[in-house]
């Protein structure tokens, strides 16, 4: 009996090591709501225990010209290194439009393709969020 459970308990946390954690989460942009011409924070956290994520690209969906290299290097607005926290800091164009923008992130592998996940459904998707942020006048 006692070796039926001990089979049973390690094949459920097998079966979660197997499930990949592999996601992006927490993004934002700090302030959410922010003027033309001011400083911001765009940050994302990453989490990879495979070590699969090593860069991490934010662009504004209206605005494709916009791209942001994050890092968890400690610079460029990035408060710790290693911390899995990716972020870069970024001056809002002064002459960006009052109105809801959309940031995107994305996470790239070391051959620079982006990365992809298992999906429920047994197929694949990138892996990618995305936050509203809003510029007002």
Known sequence: ??????????????????????????????????????????????????????????????????????????ENGDKAAGDGVWSAGFRVPYDARSRTYHCNFSAYDVNGDRVKIKTKENGEAYLKTEVPVKVVR
Not at 17 to 33: K, R, Y
């Open 1 to 74: 009996m006692k070796r039926t459970v001990f089979i049973c308990f390690v094949l459920i946390i097998c079966a979660g090591c197997a499930h990949q954690q592999l996601m992006l989460t927490g993004a934002q942009v700090s302030p959410p709501e922010i003027s033309p011409g001011a400083e911001i924070l765009v940050s994302v956290h990453v989490i990879d225990t495979k070590g699969v994520v090593k860069e991490v690209i934010a662009t504004v969906r209206e605005e494709r010209s916009i791209r942001l290299e994050l890092n968890d290097l400690g």
